[in-house]
């Protein structure tokens, strides 16, 4: 079956543009994650859904950054006021439950100028 | 929290050699272990995990990583790799069962 996407796939903007970048998970996974991958470096969490809400955003740098499920499947994380540290690959992922393998996307890889 | 150290960035290894990528965790709670791999031009794959029993877990393609709780360490290790095993490996533990905590990756780079 499909797996995880992300579109797009390669985002490039101007500093302090407002960005979108969207996540559809494998069908029937009610969690949904995203992560982000800075250059040389492993993946670092930043937000769970479970449904509809946010159960954990803990690792959401800060108040530019927000992510949303509405619908509890696609999920849009956006970044207002982008700033050149934010570049890094965003990696989605979903799974069953929350105790089950997460599977990835493969990424949205985004540049800020 | 948890945190991850892959002690080596890059592992060169020849086909038909063993391989071991080390991992070693700190976490003041129990957790559940993973590698991942990433192949080139690809997303990140489940390997292999850890959550509770044998402390010996393997893959279908021949990897097996054993959870050492004294050493606090999830080695991975491969006594034959292939071409086909150059991507970047990833090893991750979470003590939630969803936040998943990455080490930096290991490069392996098989040649012939």
């Known amino acids: 079956g499909a797996g995880v996407s992300q579109t797009p796939s390669n985002k490039v903007t101007e500093k302090g543009k407002y960005v979108e970048l969207r996540c559809d998970p494998i069908?029937?996974?009610?969690?949904l994650y995203w992560y982000r991958q800075s250059l040389g470096q492993g993946p670092e969490f930043l937000i769970y859904?479970?449904?509809?809400?946010?159960?954990?955003d803990s690792g959401l740098p800060n108040d530019r950054f927000f992510a949303v499920r509405p619908e509890g499947s696609v999920s849009t994380l956006k970044i207002q006021r982008t700033e050149r540290g934010d570049s890094a690959v965003y990696l989605c992922?979903?799974?069953?439950?929350?105790?089950?393998?997460?599977?990835f996307g493969p990424g949205t890889r985004l540049l800020v100028l | 929290a948890q945190s991850v150290t892959q002690l080596d960035s890059q592992v060169p290894v020849f086909e038909e050699a063993p391989v071991e990528l080390r991992c070693n965790y700190s976490?003041?709670?129990?957790?559940?272990l993973f590698w991942y791999v990433q192949y080139p031009n690809q997303g990140l794959q489940l390997l292999l995990k850890?959550?509770?029993?044998?402390?010996l877990v393997e893959s279908i393609n021949g990897f097996e990583a054993e959870f050492n709780k004294s050493q606090t360490s999830f080695h991975l290790r491969k006594p034959s790799v292939h071409i086909s095993d150059t991507a970047e490996y990833f090893c991750?533990?979470?003590?939630?069962?969803?936040?998943?905590?990455f080490g930096a990756g290991t490069t392996v780079t098989v040649r012939a």
């Open positions: 992922a979903s799974s069953l439950g929350h105790q089950e393998t997460q599977y």
């Open positions: 069908s029937g996974h009610t969690a």
């Open positions: 859904f479970q449904g509809t809400g946010a159960a954990d």
């Open positions: 976490s003041s709670v129990s957790v559940y």
């Open positions: 850890y959550l509770s029993g044998s402390t």
């Open positions: 991750a533990v979470s003590a939630n069962d969803y936040k998943l905590s």
